[in-house]
């Protein structure tokens, strides 16, 4: 396709980036945010979509899974926290559910990172920044038998602006074998990461206005999480007469607590709406695929064949706490889910510019519910479902070519959302199972043009249709089920590279996105908050598609060659989203410069200086509308201690724009020396 492309690690390497997960900035119209703590998973942003923390944006590293199925946050929870960029390859981008080897979670996006296998110099860097930023980190790797042995780690501590500070505690370590290459060989690799920080979560913009908070200010301390994560995977693959081959297996074992109260005084008047939710999982799987080569009536022709599967075995809690003390239990499950998916593809090389891949793609999933304190939440549920894909390429002609593409795909919706019957805070409310695998169905046709020399340009117009964006709300226990929603775009990428030591990017992403049909539930909704226009106000009925980015842009300017000087310019935009369906509230538009200056010597030494939110950017990383209730609220006190407000309305709170904001200017300064 036209959107599709690879990145090399030693451009990701060349952005100044705050996370690590940001170095993902490279896609074409992604957004990478944080509205809460510097070890939880980020927030996604591509082709329209809140991706939240990962739905329908499949992420791999080295063959490996990231995005998690029944998590106890959200589901395809994507936490890449203990990825160290310098330890990636390669990035290698596909969108849209057009790929028979592509599967859940991937319907917007599909990325794979790829791990080095060897340092060219084995290196040590240390990093001294703003708010307290400490970075420590190693890499080296030797020659081991008939392979190479890499090990690196790193270790780091950060407190962040905040009034409150994060107080971030990282280790890292990665150990991984290779021999041979990618296409002949074989890696196994083994990952250790733990991480414990406080979180200031996003606030309403009442109390910021008011002088209630300081903008970075924090309503509940308390916040905050820790994560342990182990990981080890093996890969494999050979070419021969016929073709080629592959197969890789992983297991990865985690542990996540995470404490967060986004509604402050709605549910619990007294003590706050802290919850802690709770995530242990071993998740076990693999695949395999081989390729043919061969002809069909003299044209040549590739089918590839491929088998993967996935076990995961999940302990969830949900739990209402006081400054992470236990109060009350919500649910508790254990679940066991399981996948097994085939695929193939074939593709027809018609002419020397003309070339088909028609494929398809059949999954199966499976998975029990153990509710422990309500059975009637227990359960069994399973479900399949087919893919056809295609995509056609005609070209080049004048150094252009021309893509499309057409295909289904699908992503998992929570197992507990597939068996729940009554709402997890109230039994006596019945509430409906949603679908346990969701479709989608999407097209795309695209032009990439090298005309002029030294510049590729490519302009892809797609559209994505989505029967449900149903998902389980993890803060909740239940599920939340919207409409069918429909979007339709156009990515514009340009990269100019006039000589070796100058890099020029530019992007732009515009989408359309709205819901489908008309939301009655949330029209009755509006109707029973009526002479209270602090909580009617944004709940009325629309199509609007909650923080859905119609206007994305980015672009860059990075200098230099491998010794001397050298430095970046970024720019990022991420125009004004709705933020409630009705389109009352929106957010501001987010624009963000971060700038990078350094000197490499020929003996590997280097001193880089990252300067980040560069104009001192006073915005927002992440805007929410929804209700909330504090105990200045004049609601406040029609809700309690007796109620005097209707049920619905002090059940809902006060609407309001929720914000988190932008962490202020900042420096990172980095010595970095070899050995």
């Given at each position: 396709?036209?959107?599709?492309?690879?990145?090399?690690?030693v451009?990701?390497?060349?952005?100044?980036a705050?996370?690590?997960?940001?170095?993902?900035?490279?896609?074409?119209?992604?957004?990478?945010?944080?509205?809460?703590?510097?070890?939880?998973?980020?927030?996604?942003?591509?082709?329209?979509?809140?991706?939240?923390?990962?739905?329908?944006?499949?992420?791999?590293?080295?063959d490996v899974?990231?995005?998690?199925?029944?998590?106890?946050?959200?589901?395809?929870?994507?936490?890449?926290?203990?990825?160290?960029?310098?330890?990636?390859?390669?990035?290698?981008?596909?969108?849209?559910?057009?790929?028979?080897?592509?599967?859940?979670?991937?319907?917007?996006?599909?990325?794979?990172?790829?791990?080095?296998?060897?340092?060219?110099?084995?290196t040590?860097?240390?990093?001294?920044?703003?708010?307290?930023?400490?970075?420590?980190?190693?890499m080296?790797?030797?020659?081991?038998?008939?392979?190479?042995?890499?090990?690196?780690?790193?270790?780091?501590?950060?407190?962040?602006?905040?009034?409150?500070?994060?107080?971030?505690?990282?280790?890292?370590?990665?150990?991984?074998?290779?021999?041979?290459?990618?296409?002949?060989?074989?890696?196994?690799t083994?990952m250790?990461?733990?991480?414990?920080?406080?979180?200031t979560?996003?606030?309403?913009?009442?109390?910021?206005?008011?002088?209630?908070?300081?903008?970075?200010?924090?309503?509940?301390?308390?916040?905050?999480?820790?994560?342990?994560?182990?990981?080890?995977?093996?890969?494999?693959?050979?070419?021969?007469?016929?073709?080629?081959?592959?197969a890789?297996?992983?297991?990865?074992?985690?542990?996540l607590?995470?404490?967060?109260?986004?509604?402050?005084?709605?549910?619990?008047?007294?003590?706050g709406?802290?919850?802690?939710?709770?995530?242990?999982?071993?998740?076990?799987?693999?695949?395999?695929?081989?390729?043919?080569?061969?002809?069909?009536?003299?044209?040549?022709?590739?089918?590839?064949?491929?088998?993967?599967?996935?076990?995961?075995?999940?302990?969830?809690?949900?739990?209402?706490?006081?400054?992470?003390?236990?109060l009350?239990?919500?649910?508790?499950?254990?679940?066991?889910?399981?996948?097994?998916?085939?695929y193939?593809?074939?593709t027809?090389?018609?002419?020397?510019?003309?070339?088909?891949?028609?494929?398809?793609?059949?999954?199966?999933?499976?998975?029990?519910?153990?509710?422990?304190?309500?059975?009637?939440?227990?359960?069994?549920?399973?479900?399949?479902?087919?893919?056809?894909?295609?995509?056609?390429?005609?070209?080049?002609?004048?150094?252009?070519?021309?893509?499309?593409?057409?295909?289904?795909?699908?992503?998992?919706?929570?197992?507990?959302?597939?068996?729940?019957?009554?709402?997890?805070?109230?039994?006596?409310?019945?509430?409906?199972?949603?679908?346990?695998?969701?479709?989608?169905?999407?097209?795309?046709?695209?032009?990439?043009?090298?005309?002029?020399?030294?510049?590729?340009?490519?302009?892809?117009?797609?559209?994505?249709?989505?029967?449900?964006?149903?998902?389980?709300?993890?803060?909740?226990?239940?599920?939340?089920?919207?409409?069918?929603?429909?979007?339709?775009?156009?990515?514009?990428?340009?990269?100019?590279?006039?000589?070796?030591?100058?890099?020029?990017?530019?992007?732009?992403?515009?989408?359309?996105?709205?819901?489908?049909?008309y939301?009655?539930?949330?029209?009755?909704?509006?109707?029973?908050?009526?002479?209270?226009?602090?909580?009617?106000?944004?709940?009325?009925?629309?199509?609007?598609?909650?923080?859905?980015p119609?206007?994305?842009?980015?672009?860059?300017?990075?200098?230099?060659?491998?010794?001397?000087?050298?430095?970046?310019?970024?720019?990022?935009?991420?125009?004004?989203?709705?933020?409630?369906?009705?389109?009352?509230?929106?957010?501001?538009?987010?624009?963000?410069?971060?700038a990078?200056?350094?000197?490499?010597?020929?003996?590997?030494?280097?001193?880089?200086?990252?300067?980040?939110?560069?104009?001192?950017?006073?915005?927002?990383?992440?805007?929410?509308?929804?209700?909330?209730?504090?105990?200045?609220?004049?609601?406040?006190?029609?809700?309690?201690?007796?109620?005097?407000?209707?049920?619905?309305?002090?059940?809902?709170?006060?609407?309001?724009?929720?914000?988190?904001?932008?962490?202020?200017?900042?420096?990172?300064?980095?010595?970095?020396?070899?050995?």
């Amino acid at each position: 396709m036209a959107s599709e492309m690879r990145i090399s690690g030693v451009t990701l390497n060349a952005r100044p980036a705050t996370r690590p997960a940001e170095v993902l900035e490279a896609v074409p119209g992604l957004i990478v945010t944080q509205h809460s703590g510097e070890g939880k998973a980020n927030q996604y942003f591509l082709r329209g979509y809140n991706l939240d923390h990962g739905t329908d944006l499949a992420i791999y590293v080295d063959d490996v899974p990231v995005n998690m199925r029944t998590h106890a946050h959200g589901q395809g929870y994507a936490d890449l926290n203990w990825l160290m960029p310098e330890t990636i390859n390669s990035l290698d981008i596909r969108k849209g559910p057009y790929f028979a080897d592509e599967g859940d979670f991937g319907s917007v996006g599909n990325l794979h990172i790829g791990l080095v296998d060897r340092a060219e110099h084995n290196t040590a860097s240390v990093t001294v920044g703003s708010f307290g930023y400490r970075r420590l980190f190693g890499m080296g790797s030797s020659k081991v038998g008939d392979g190479t042995l890499l090990v690196a780690g790193e270790g780091g501590v950060y407190n962040g602006p905040w009034d409150n500070p994060d107080d971030v505690r990282k280790l890292n370590s990665l150990v991984r074998y290779t021999q041979g290459t990618a296409t002949d060989g074989l890696s196994l690799t083994g990952m250790a990461y733990a991480n414990r920080w406080n979180s200031t979560d996003q606030l309403p913009t009442r109390a910021i206005e008011s002088g209630l908070l300081p903008r970075f200010g924090a309503i509940d301390p308390s916040d905050g999480g820790r994560i342990d994560r182990f990981a080890v995977s093996g890969r494999i693959a050979g070419t021969d007469d016929l073709g080629a081959w592959k197969a890789n297996g992983y297991a990865v074992k985690s542990s996540l607590d995470l404490y967060n109260n986004f509604t402050y005084f709605l549910s619990n008047l007294e003590f706050g709406d802290q919850f802690h939710q709770h995530d242990g999982r071993l998740m076990v799987g693999g695949s395999m695929s081989r390729s043919f080569l061969g002809s069909l009536g003299g044209l040549p022709v590739e089918t590839v064949v491929g088998l993967q599967t996935r076990y995961d075995a999940i302990d969830l809690a949900l739990t209402n706490t006081y400054r992470r003390d236990f109060l009350s239990n919500i649910r508790s499950d254990k679940v066991k889910e399981t996948s097994v998916s085939i695929y193939a593809e074939n593709t027809v090389h018609w002419t020397s510019w003309l070339r088909t891949t028609f494929g398809w793609r059949g999954d199966y999933y499976d998975a029990s519910v153990d509710s422990l304190f309500n059975a009637n939440n227990s359960g069994h549920a399973n479900e399949a479902i087919g893919s056809p894909k295609f995509r056609m390429v005609i070209g080049p002609f004048q150094q252009t070519e021309l893509f499309f593409g057409a295909g289904m795909g699908m992503h998992s919706n929570d197992a507990r959302g597939a068996t729940t019957t009554e709402s997890p805070t109230d039994p006596s409310t019945s509430v409906s199972p949603s679908p346990f695998l969701v479709r989608t169905k999407g097209a795309e046709v695209g032009v990439r043009t090298r005309f002029v020399p030294g510049l590729t340009s490519t302009v892809s117009l797609f559209s994505l249709d989505q029967a449900s964006e149903i998902v389980f709300s993890g803060d909740a226990g239940d599920t939340s089920a919207s409409r069918a929603s429909r979007r339709y775009g156009v990515e514009f990428t340009n990269e100019y590279r006039p000589f070796d030591w100058l890099d020029i990017d530019a992007d732009l992403a515009l989408t359309h996105a709205r819901f489908v049909g008309y939301d009655s539930e949330q029209a009755d909704l509006y109707a029973s908050l009526a002479a209270y226009p602090e909580a009617q106000f944004g709940n009325a009925a629309g199509n609007y598609i909650p923080n859905a980015p119609a206007i994305v842009a980015s672009a860059g300017v990075t200098v230099g060659e491998k010794t001397g000087w050298f430095g970046g310019l970024r720019w990022r935009y991420i125009g004004s989203v709705p933020l409630t369906e009705d389109n009352a509230w929106r957010s501001k538009p987010v624009s963000i410069f971060n700038a990078r200056a350094g000197y490499r010597t020929v003996d590997g030494w280097r001193i880089q200086l990252d300067v980040l939110n560069l104009f001192n950017a006073a915005t927002n990383q992440i805007s929410y509308g929804y209700g909330s209730l504090l105990k200045t609220d004049s609601l406040f006190n029609l809700c309690y201690p007796v109620p005097t407000a209707p049920a619905a309305v002090c059940q809902n709170g006060v609407m309001d724009a929720v914000v988190h904001p932008v962490e202020p200017l900042a420096v990172r300064l980095t010595l970095a020396g070899s050995f």
